[in-house]
């Protein structure tokens, strides 16, 4: 295999919690040497939330949330309440081909770290924050939890149950969200480098990277002058379409029972036909009821109550394999459990990875979403304990030798 | 200002969102990109709305002209052996071949890289597909629905212990469709510094399902670490974390840090009940929060959104309105950033519509021309550009191949 696409790129990742970590992991996983600048006087705080094996906190380097975004990077610690980590991170950034942060606006400039300072240091680095609100504007200052992004970028007012007040997306959707569009725009920007030599700036608002996602939303709001409806599980071009409930999983989990549930989407009256024959009712499609999306969509719920009368006698996996076997669309809903141990394809595709961890062995973690016939695509290493390649990076990459080094951390500076 | 991706020169074989959204991402910053529809039906994307007036038409919808700003657009039958040949020639000229067909499509076809990498070893194939290109779902029917399902997001949403009867909720819209396209569109810039590096191109196959499993957050790794499953019924373990209603409106409570609820508390004018040993930390206000929730209710229900918002913000609590469309579109801070733009389309009208994603320093996102019509650029491309005739054009029109 040939090298992979960003090898020889050093990424000067002053990033944390999730956003900017899921910004770092894809360049990571296009093979850029990306280096993590944290510090132990306050760590990210992914390292202090679980999961943990064994379900036991302790230490920094334990937590499953922050070794699934870590996966591939390097960590080295600085303490920048002392000078010296300053001129650290200078020669860091001084061989570094990009600069990313997703602190709350004006942090990087109060560091030292502003464009205007590491365009001094090197004139070509593509530098990029991704923050809440962007970096102009008046609410530029406000500060954004990734919880509170999904209501503020309009997805909530547009997700829920019939009749039920907002909804949220499930999890924090705006971060990652904005962590691939800022990986997209690195990449860009490294693309234009490479032709005009040139580097540049990229302000990154995750509130408007997520208001893109709801764009059918908006154009309604603009084309109609109309709020969108909150539809449930349905869909305006589709019936049935929604989220069945089949058996319970068999075994109980954690002194639990674990309800399961089956996805089914019919896209044409072709495909309601095959559905309708699936689940032995193949006089449904003959039924002036349903024949058609009008007649289904008046219908609907009658429809819903005879497809969860099917499902619920079956298993979740069982009733996806019968409808997929007639080709109509239908899938598990899955769980974290079913991804991790049940899914047939992920596992076919080697999807998941298991590297060896220092602290928690070797588990399991989520992979890279694509694969590429010729250059190399795998995750290097696990995600590293906190300053693990600060002696490494150091003396390797900035050339500090080892008295340096240790002069250096007797005076707190590599804390 | 040049545009950063002018240089690129991209095909697209896209219907709703996965495809098209990835190869807008690079047409949005200079690419050209020549979209490849089905003649006399197009892309699925137009016959989904919104519509202008609410009726359907192939040229009025909006989520298509959202998805496919600054794209030329021809009309092919990739099926027919007509069509695959002016294909190859649309390919020897790409930098990337961008495509979300069906994977029992594509083996129908003969669409596959090996083909047209020997027409065009520089090319770069981009294979967005529900499941990926190979193992044993690698066929199976998908819609939106039920990518969303298999990725493992869906089970995460819903309305909480209280109602474990309503099932797991889907997010709004194609939310498995545009992560699959903009974890494309990075895979394929990727593959495009690789291709600038050593002169060669690749197959890159990119599974929706891998990209939705890819953002968990920390409950993927609740199995493999603690053998908890996650799914919507779990009770959040800290809180205040909820949407709540004020006098005209939502507003998302927030507070996850213990220095913001005491800002929060100091808000609410001290009451007494927050003092109470059931709200002491964040993990006890999560423990207690059906105790909880009924006095911020009360309180939430007499404020108004936007005061509650910058009084809250004021204080570095990150409280956030549930923003409503309108909400969107009349923000003075959207405005001021100039993140909506207008965009005139000849047959649907004029309308504003979400602008760039991110703001670059040196090379501009622009709309240089509002989505095509089905088979606009027909003659342009396939006369002016592969040099048919009028003669060709016009029987290739009339056998349907374009």
């Not at chain 1, 090197?122 to 609410?139: E, W």
């Amino acid at each position: 295999m040939a090298r992979p696409p960003l090898d020889g790129i050093r990424v000067a990742d002053f990033t944390w919690v999730w956003a900017g970590p899921y910004c770092t992991l894809q360049l990571a996983h296009l093979g850029a040497d990306v280096i993590r600048i944290e510090t132990k006087t306050r760590p990210c705080v992914t390292r202090m939330l679980p999961p943990w094996p064994g379900m036991k906190p302790g230490g920094l380097n334990r937590s499953g949330y922050f070794n699934q975004y870590s996966q591939g990077k390097r960590s080295i610690t600085l303490n920048f309440k002392d000078p010296a980590a300053h001129e650290v991170a200078r020669k860091l950034i001084a061989r570094s081909d990009v600069v990313i942060n997703n602190f709350a606006h004006g942090v990087m400039d109060r560091m030292g770290f502003g464009y205007d300072d590491v365009r001094k240091i090197k004139s070509d680095v593509i530098m990029i924050s991704l923050t809440g609100y962007g970096d102009t504007g008046p609410d530029a200052d406000y500060i954004a939890y990734g919880p509170a992004q999904v209501p503020l970028s309009g997805l909530s007012a547009l997700t829920g149950y019939r009749g039920w007040p907002p909804m949220h997306a499930g999890f924090s959707y705006a971060d990652p969200n904005g962590g691939v569009h800022g990986a997209f725009a690195i990449l860009a920007a490294l693309y234009h480098r490479g032709k005009t030599g040139q580097g540049q700036y990229i302000d990154m608002s995750q509130w408007e990277c997520a208001m893109g996602l709801l764009a059918e939303g908006l154009l309604e709001y603009t084309m109609n002058g109309r709020e969108p409806e909150r539809i449930g599980n349905e869909d305006p071009w589709m019936a049935p379409h929604g989220i069945y409930r089949c058996l319970d999983r068999p075994e109980q989990v954690m002194g639990l029972t674990v309800d399961q549930f089956v996805a089914i989407a019919a896209a044409d009256d072709a495909e309601f036909k095959r559905l309708a024959g699936a689940i032995g009712r193949l006089d449904l499609a003959g039924d002036p009821h349903y024949a058609t999306l009008a007649a289904r969509k008046a219908h609907e719920s009658e429809l819903d109550a005879i497809l969860a009368g099917w499902t619920g006698g079956r298993t979740a996996v069982e009733a996806a394999a019968i409808l997929q076997a007639a080709s109509v669309a239908a899938a598990v809903v899955a769980d974290n459990k079913f991804l991790s141990e049940e899914d047939p394809q992920l596992k076919a595709r080697e999807y998941f990875v298991y590297k060896e961890h220092p602290e928690v062995g070797t588990l399991q973690h989520c992979g890279i979403p694509w694969k590429m016939s010729r250059t190399a695509t795998a995750v290097r290493a696990a995600a590293p304990c906190i300053g693990q390649h600060t002696d490494e990076v150091l003396g390797q990459v900035l050339g500090y030798g080892a008295e340096e080094i240790a002069k250096l951390r007797a005076q707190g500076a590599l804390d | 200002m040049a545009q950063a991706l002018a240089s690129l020169k991209i095909v697209e074989i896209g219907e709703l969102a996965s495809a098209p959204y990835a190869a807008k991402l690079m047409a949005d910053m200079g690419a050209e990109v020549i979209k490849i529809e089905r003649p006399g039906i197009g892309d699925r994307a137009r016959t989904r709305g919104p519509f202008p007036g609410g009726a359907a038409h192939r040229e009025k919808s909006g989520l298509y002209r959202y998805l496919n700003t600054n794209k030329l657009g021809v009309t092919l039958d990739i099926a027919r052996p007509e069509g695959f040949a002016l294909l190859e020639r649309l390919v020897a000229d790409a930098d990337v071949l961008v495509h979300n067909v069906a994977p029992p499509e594509m083996d129908r076809v003969g669409l596959n890289f090996d083909r047209l990498h020997q027409i065009n070893p520089r090319l770069v194939m981009t294979s967005i597909t529900p499941y990926g290109l190979t193992g044993p779902w690698r066929d199976l029917r998908a819609e939106e629905i039920t990518v969303w399902s298999a990725g493992g997001v869906c089970v995460l949403n819903g309305a909480g212990p209280d109602h474990p009867e309503l099932p797991p909720l889907k997010t709004f819209g194609n939310q498995a469709g545009f992560q699959g396209g903009v974890h494309g569109a990075v895979a394929t810039m990727g593959a495009i510094l690789a291709q600038v590096r050593d002169g060669e191109g690749q197959h890159v196959d990119v599974s929706c399902q891998e990209a939705i499993a890819s953002q968990l957050e920390l409950t993927f790794e609740y199995w493999p670490y603690m053998k908890v499953i996650a799914n919507r019924l779990g009770k959040k373990p800290i809180q205040p974390l909820e949407a709540m209603e004020c006098k005209d409106g939502w507003i998302y409570v927030c507070c996850v840090e213990e220095h913001q609820w005491k800002a929060f508390v100091d808000l609410m004018g001290n009451p007494e009940w927050a003092g109470e040993e059931l709200f002491k930390d964040r993990l006890a206000r999560g423990e207690n929060w059906e105790a909880l929730k009924i006095f911020l209710e009360e309180w939430v229900s007499q404020q108004t959104v936007i005061d509650l918002y910058e009084k809250a913000q004021a204080r570095r609590i990150p409280f956030a309105p549930v923003s409503t469309m309108g909400d969107l579109l009349n923000s003075p801070h959207l405005k001021a950033r100039g993140f909506f733009v207008e965009i005139a389309h000849p047959v649907a009208g004029t309308h504003q519509y979400p602008g760039a994603p991110l703001k670059y320093g040196a090379t501009p996102w622009a709309i240089r021309r509002p989505a095509p019509t089905l088979g606009q650029h027909n003659a342009e491309i396939f006369g002016g550009r592969l040099g048919l005739d009028a003669a060709r054009l016009a029987e290739l029109t009339r056998t349907g191949v374009i």
